[in-house]
């Protein structure tokens, strides 16, 4: 069975502190993907990444850069100068798509991050 | 990109009637289209896949005769909680996949349902 674990249940920075937030997956499937979405206190989820199985490679977009190892099955998620407007809850995703298209995600119990000023 | 809406952003209804809410993709077609339901600090359970003309799919644990789900066009799929109760107040999201290789799901802003 699919399971998402984002040990760290809070996590509170100064701004301009980096902050990683974990994320470990488990899946039998060889092809899967991976998701990082951002809630602010409005509920609207806001998509940040999509990572398939097959792309380990990591990604850098602005102040947020993901680290992908299937070796220790975690997608871990990185804000580096942290501001007050990242504030929100973080979830990391996961979803089998044996076909390539879209399939219902597995989330884990999200990471609050707040950022003070 | 993809948009999807939900009617209503948020409602309240009294124990024991039953409250409908939409979900709309608003520029693209979606056969399928996802349910989830959201408690209080807590993370986002699948409660079913809508299937555009067809049954919907539950997951284990979650009542089919009381979350009616339907999905009448490739636009458009409803959730009603059906005798709804205090219980169910919660945060409803919907869902729907992007067309091709993408697997983005598009999200709706929510429904927050508070049953009093």
């Known amino acids: 069975a699919q399971k998402v674990t984002q040990a760290q249940t809070e996590i509170s920075v100064v701004e301009k502190e980096d902050v990683t937030l974990d994320c470990v997956y488990e899946?039998?499937?060889?092809?899967?993907?991976l998701f990082w979405y951002k809630q602010p206190p409005s509920g609207e989820l806001v998509f940040l990444i999509r990572?398939?199985?097959?792309?380990?490679q990591n990604e850098i977009s602005g102040r947020y850069s993901w680290n992908f190892q299937k070796s220790t099955s975690s997608f871990n998620f990185t804000i580096t100068a942290s501001q007050v407007v990242d504030s929100a809850v973080y979830f990391c995703a996961l979803s089998e798509a044996p076909q390539g298209g879209s399939e219902k995600l597995v989330f884990g119990k999200g990471t609050k991050l707040t950022v003070n000023p | 990109g993809a948009v999807v809406s939900q009617h209503p952003s948020w409602v309240i209804c009294k124990s024991g009637t039953s409250v409908k809410i939409e979900c709309r993709s608003l520029d693209f077609q979606a056969t399928t289209m996802f349910w989830y339901r959201q408690f209080p600090k807590q993370s986002l359970m699948l409660m079913a896949t809508?299937?555009?003309?067809?049954?919907?799919?539950?997951e284990q644990g979650v009542e089919k005769d009381k979350f009616l789900i339907n999905h009448a066009s490739l636009t458009l799929s409803t959730l009603t909680v059906t005798s709804a109760h205090p219980e169910d107040s919660s945060f409803y999201i919907c869902s729907a996949p992007g067309a091709g290789h993408l697997t983005e799901q598009y999200f709706g802003p929510g429904t927050r349902l508070t049953v009093t």
């Open positions: 809508s299937n555009e003309g067809s049954k919907a799919t539950y």
């Open positions: 899946t039998r499937d060889t092809t899967y993907y």
């Open positions: 990572r398939n199985s097959f792309d380990e």
